[in-house]
Protein backbone atom coordinates (compact mmCIF):
# COMPACT_ATOMS: atom_id res chain seq x y z
CA UNK A 1 0.00 0.00 0.00
CA UNK A 2 1.37 3.76 -0.73
CA UNK A 3 -0.36 5.36 1.84
CA UNK A 4 -3.33 6.57 0.46
CA UNK A 5 -6.52 6.26 1.67
CA UNK A 6 -8.02 4.34 -0.70
CA UNK A 7 -11.71 2.44 -1.22
CA UNK A 8 -9.62 -0.93 -1.33
CA UNK A 9 -8.85 -0.26 2.39
CA UNK A 10 -12.01 -1.90 3.84
CA UNK A 11 -12.93 -4.02 6.78
CA UNK A 12 -15.59 -7.14 7.14
CA UNK A 13 -17.65 -8.42 9.72
CA UNK A 14 -20.19 -11.11 9.14
CA UNK A 15 -19.15 -11.59 5.19
CA UNK A 16 -20.56 -7.95 5.01
CA UNK A 17 -17.48 -5.63 3.51
CA UNK A 18 -17.95 -1.84 4.53
CA UNK A 19 -15.39 0.66 3.74
CA UNK A 20 -16.11 3.42 6.76
CA UNK A 21 -14.66 2.61 9.82
CA UNK A 22 -16.62 4.68 11.85
CA UNK A 23 -19.74 3.42 13.53
CA UNK A 24 -22.44 5.60 15.04
CA UNK A 25 -25.46 5.41 17.37
CA UNK A 26 -28.83 6.93 17.26
CA UNK A 27 -29.37 8.17 20.77
CA UNK A 28 -29.06 11.07 22.70
CA UNK A 29 -29.46 13.02 20.05
CA UNK A 30 -32.39 16.74 20.03
CA UNK A 31 -33.80 14.56 17.12
CA UNK A 32 -34.09 12.32 14.58
CA UNK A 33 -32.92 14.77 12.16
CA UNK A 34 -29.75 15.68 13.85
CA UNK A 35 -29.37 11.83 14.42
CA UNK A 36 -29.10 11.24 10.67
CA UNK A 37 -27.14 14.56 9.81
CA UNK A 38 -24.61 13.76 12.30
CA UNK A 39 -24.43 10.46 10.48
CA UNK A 40 -23.82 11.34 7.25
CA UNK A 41 -21.19 13.87 8.68
CA UNK A 42 -19.22 10.97 10.36
CA UNK A 43 -19.83 8.99 7.04
CA UNK A 44 -20.95 5.70 8.80
CA UNK A 45 -22.40 3.36 6.61
CA UNK A 46 -23.63 1.28 9.97
CA UNK A 47 -25.77 2.95 12.72
CA UNK A 48 -26.46 1.14 16.12
CA UNK A 49 -30.23 0.75 16.86
CA UNK A 50 -31.24 0.01 20.62
CA UNK A 51 -34.48 -1.51 20.02
CA UNK A 52 -36.00 -0.69 23.41
CA UNK A 53 -35.66 3.02 22.96
CA UNK A 54 -35.74 3.77 19.23
CA UNK A 55 -39.33 4.15 17.66
CA UNK A 56 -38.99 1.31 14.68
CA UNK A 57 -42.28 0.60 14.14
CA UNK A 58 -45.54 3.70 15.35
CA UNK A 59 -46.22 6.09 12.72
CA UNK A 60 -48.21 8.26 15.18
CA UNK A 61 -44.97 9.12 16.56
CA UNK A 62 -41.19 10.27 14.82
CA UNK A 63 -39.80 7.41 13.52
CA UNK A 64 -36.14 6.78 12.70
CA UNK A 65 -36.30 5.14 9.44
CA UNK A 66 -37.96 8.39 8.08
CA UNK A 67 -35.02 10.15 8.96
CA UNK A 68 -32.56 7.69 9.37
CA UNK A 69 -32.82 5.67 5.98
CA UNK A 70 -32.12 1.74 6.05
CA UNK A 71 -31.57 1.81 2.20
CA UNK A 72 -28.78 4.35 3.05
CA UNK A 73 -27.34 2.44 6.89
CA UNK A 74 -27.03 -0.48 7.62
CA UNK A 75 -29.08 -0.81 10.66
CA UNK A 76 -27.39 -2.91 13.51
CA UNK A 77 -30.11 -3.62 16.03
CA UNK A 78 -28.70 -3.86 20.08
CA UNK A 79 -29.91 -4.87 23.17
CA UNK A 80 -29.03 -1.74 25.36
CA UNK A 81 -30.78 -2.65 28.62
CA UNK A 82 -31.23 -5.92 28.75
CA UNK A 83 -29.57 -6.89 32.32
CA UNK A 84 -30.50 -10.89 31.42
CA UNK A 85 -29.40 -13.25 28.66
CA UNK A 86 -32.90 -14.49 28.40
CA UNK A 87 -33.74 -10.57 27.98
CA UNK A 88 -31.77 -9.88 25.14
CA UNK A 89 -32.47 -13.28 23.35
CA UNK A 90 -35.87 -12.63 22.93
CA UNK A 91 -35.58 -9.02 21.84
CA UNK A 92 -33.20 -9.62 19.05
CA UNK A 93 -35.48 -12.63 18.22
CA UNK A 94 -38.76 -9.94 18.10
CA UNK A 95 -36.40 -7.63 15.51
CA UNK A 96 -35.21 -10.62 13.26
CA UNK A 97 -38.78 -11.27 12.87
CA UNK A 98 -40.06 -7.42 12.32
CA UNK A 99 -36.93 -6.22 10.22
CA UNK A 100 -35.54 -9.75 9.02
CA UNK A 101 -31.61 -8.56 11.13
CA UNK A 102 -29.12 -11.08 11.74
CA UNK A 103 -26.28 -9.27 11.90
CA UNK A 104 -26.80 -8.47 15.75
CA UNK A 105 -25.22 -6.19 18.52
CA UNK A 106 -25.06 -8.20 21.96
CA UNK A 107 -25.18 -6.12 24.81
CA UNK A 108 -26.33 -7.78 28.84
CA UNK A 109 -24.90 -5.30 31.23
CA UNK A 110 -24.85 -5.48 35.34
CA UNK A 111 -27.37 -3.65 37.15
CA UNK A 112 -25.20 -0.78 38.60
CA UNK A 113 -23.54 2.83 37.80
CA UNK A 114 -21.32 2.09 35.96
CA UNK A 115 -23.28 -0.25 33.19
CA UNK A 116 -20.10 -3.03 32.74
CA UNK A 117 -21.06 -5.76 30.93
CA UNK A 118 -22.34 -8.76 32.89
CA UNK A 119 -19.55 -11.44 31.28
CA UNK A 120 -20.91 -14.42 32.53
CA UNK A 121 -24.61 -14.13 31.19
CA UNK A 122 -22.77 -12.02 27.90
CA UNK A 123 -21.39 -15.48 26.96
CA UNK A 124 -24.43 -17.49 27.86
CA UNK A 125 -26.79 -15.28 25.87
CA UNK A 126 -23.94 -15.33 23.12
CA UNK A 127 -24.18 -19.08 22.64
CA UNK A 128 -27.58 -18.74 22.30
CA UNK A 129 -27.78 -16.78 19.33
CA UNK A 130 -25.54 -18.54 17.35
CA UNK A 131 -26.89 -21.28 18.20
CA UNK A 132 -29.88 -19.55 16.22
CA UNK A 133 -28.03 -18.41 12.90
CA UNK A 134 -27.47 -14.97 14.25
CA UNK A 135 -24.44 -12.88 13.53
CA UNK A 136 -23.39 -11.48 16.77
CA UNK A 137 -21.15 -8.60 18.02
CA UNK A 138 -20.40 -8.30 20.91
CA UNK A 139 -19.73 -5.85 23.95
CA UNK A 140 -17.34 -6.82 26.51
CA UNK A 141 -14.96 -5.66 28.90
CA UNK A 142 -11.45 -5.43 28.49
CA UNK A 143 -10.85 -8.86 29.53
CA UNK A 144 -8.29 -11.00 26.94
CA UNK A 145 -9.68 -13.90 28.60
CA UNK A 146 -12.96 -13.38 27.73
CA UNK A 147 -12.07 -11.91 24.52
CA UNK A 148 -11.18 -14.75 23.61
CA UNK A 149 -13.96 -17.03 24.56
CA UNK A 150 -15.93 -15.10 23.27
CA UNK A 151 -14.23 -15.89 19.75
CA UNK A 152 -14.58 -19.24 20.69
CA UNK A 153 -18.17 -19.23 20.88
CA UNK A 154 -18.86 -17.66 18.07
CA UNK A 155 -18.75 -13.88 18.06
CA UNK A 156 -18.56 -12.04 14.51
CA UNK A 157 -16.71 -9.03 16.53
CA UNK A 158 -15.59 -8.02 19.67
CA UNK A 159 -16.25 -4.77 20.86
CA UNK A 160 -14.09 -4.27 24.25
CA UNK A 161 -14.90 -0.81 25.88
CA UNK A 162 -12.72 1.79 26.43
CA UNK A 163 -14.16 3.09 29.76
CA UNK A 164 -17.63 2.99 30.85
CA UNK A 165 -20.41 3.75 28.59
CA UNK A 166 -20.75 7.59 28.01
CA UNK A 167 -18.17 8.46 30.18
CA UNK A 168 -16.05 10.00 27.72
CA UNK A 169 -13.00 8.91 29.27
CA UNK A 170 -10.88 7.67 26.36
CA UNK A 171 -9.28 3.77 26.57
CA UNK A 172 -8.45 3.40 29.92
CA UNK A 173 -6.65 0.18 29.42
CA UNK A 174 -4.24 0.18 26.60
CA UNK A 175 -1.75 -2.78 27.86
CA UNK A 176 -5.56 -4.81 28.04
CA UNK A 177 -7.37 -3.55 24.81
CA UNK A 178 -3.58 -4.22 23.19
CA UNK A 179 -3.60 -7.79 23.83
CA UNK A 180 -6.95 -8.55 22.87
CA UNK A 181 -5.93 -7.09 19.39
CA UNK A 182 -3.14 -9.04 19.26
CA UNK A 183 -4.65 -12.67 19.87
CA UNK A 184 -8.11 -11.72 18.05
CA UNK A 185 -9.08 -13.68 14.70
CA UNK A 186 -11.92 -11.83 14.37
CA UNK A 187 -12.70 -7.93 13.76
CA UNK A 188 -12.13 -6.10 17.36
CA UNK A 189 -13.90 -2.78 17.70
CA UNK A 190 -13.53 -0.14 20.60
CA UNK A 191 -17.22 0.64 21.71
CA UNK A 192 -17.63 2.63 24.61
CA UNK A 193 -15.75 5.76 26.58
CA UNK A 194 -14.76 7.53 23.41
CA UNK A 195 -14.94 10.92 24.25
CA UNK A 196 -13.42 13.00 21.21
CA UNK A 197 -11.39 12.47 18.12
CA UNK A 198 -8.22 11.92 19.73
CA UNK A 199 -9.85 9.14 21.50
CA UNK A 200 -11.08 7.26 18.54
CA UNK A 201 -7.84 8.30 15.96
CA UNK A 202 -5.62 6.06 19.05
CA UNK A 203 -7.72 3.45 19.10
CA UNK A 204 -7.47 2.91 15.20
CA UNK A 205 -3.47 3.55 15.56
CA UNK A 206 -3.76 0.47 17.81
CA UNK A 207 -4.90 -2.06 15.11
CA UNK A 208 -8.84 -1.80 15.95
CA UNK A 209 -10.99 -2.08 12.49
CA UNK A 210 -13.47 0.30 13.62
CA UNK A 211 -14.72 2.39 16.43
CA UNK A 212 -18.29 2.93 17.19
CA UNK A 213 -19.60 6.14 19.53
CA UNK A 214 -22.58 7.79 20.35
CA UNK A 215 -22.51 10.39 23.45
CA UNK A 216 -19.47 11.69 21.87
CA UNK A 217 -21.09 13.09 18.91
CA UNK A 218 -24.13 13.74 20.53
CA UNK A 219 -23.53 15.28 23.56
CA UNK A 220 -21.32 17.53 22.02
CA UNK A 221 -21.91 21.72 21.62
CA UNK A 222 -21.46 20.99 18.06
CA UNK A 223 -22.35 17.12 17.25
CA UNK A 224 -22.04 17.85 13.10
CA UNK A 225 -18.70 18.92 13.37
CA UNK A 226 -17.75 16.02 15.99
CA UNK A 227 -19.02 14.02 13.61
CA UNK A 228 -16.83 15.23 11.15
CA UNK A 229 -14.18 15.23 13.77
CA UNK A 230 -14.61 11.64 14.36
CA UNK A 231 -14.63 10.39 10.95
CA UNK A 232 -11.21 12.12 10.34
CA UNK A 233 -9.59 10.67 13.58
CA UNK A 234 -10.23 7.35 12.70
CA UNK A 235 -8.85 8.08 9.05
CA UNK A 236 -5.86 9.24 10.11
CA UNK A 237 -5.16 6.41 12.89
CA UNK A 238 -5.77 4.18 10.51
CA UNK A 239 -3.65 5.49 7.99
CA UNK A 240 -1.27 5.93 11.13
CA UNK A 241 -1.41 2.24 11.74
CA UNK A 242 -0.70 1.25 8.07
CA UNK A 243 2.27 3.40 8.06
CA UNK A 244 3.64 1.85 10.93
CA UNK A 245 4.97 4.42 13.95
CA UNK A 246 8.72 5.15 14.22
CA UNK A 247 10.16 3.22 17.35
CA UNK A 248 10.04 5.31 20.66
CA UNK A 249 13.72 5.94 22.28
CA UNK A 250 14.74 6.53 25.25
CA UNK A 251 17.13 9.36 24.60
CA UNK A 252 17.49 11.75 21.67
CA UNK A 253 18.16 11.36 17.80
CA UNK A 254 19.07 14.03 15.91
CA UNK A 255 17.11 14.87 12.60
CA UNK A 256 20.03 15.65 10.75
CA UNK A 257 23.47 13.65 10.34
CA UNK A 258 26.03 14.65 12.41
CA UNK A 259 28.74 13.76 10.71
CA UNK A 260 30.42 16.32 8.15
CA UNK A 261 29.56 19.56 10.14
CA UNK A 262 31.13 22.41 9.88
Given at each position: ?????????TWSVAGR?????????????????????????????IVTVALR???????????????VKPDRFTFLPNTAGCHTGEEAVRLLRLAREAGGWDL????????????????????RALKLLVAEGFQVMVYCTDDPVYARKLEEAGAAAIMPLGA??????????????GLIIEQARTPVLVDAGVGTASDAALAMEMGCEAVLTNTAIAEARDPIRMARAMKHAVIAGREAYLAGRMARRMYADPSSPLSGLI
Open positions: MDGSVTTEDTFRSRLIVGTGKYRDYAQNAAAAEAAGAERVNLSDPSQPMLVDHVKLEVLSDTKHLLPDMEETLPIGSGRGIQNLLNL
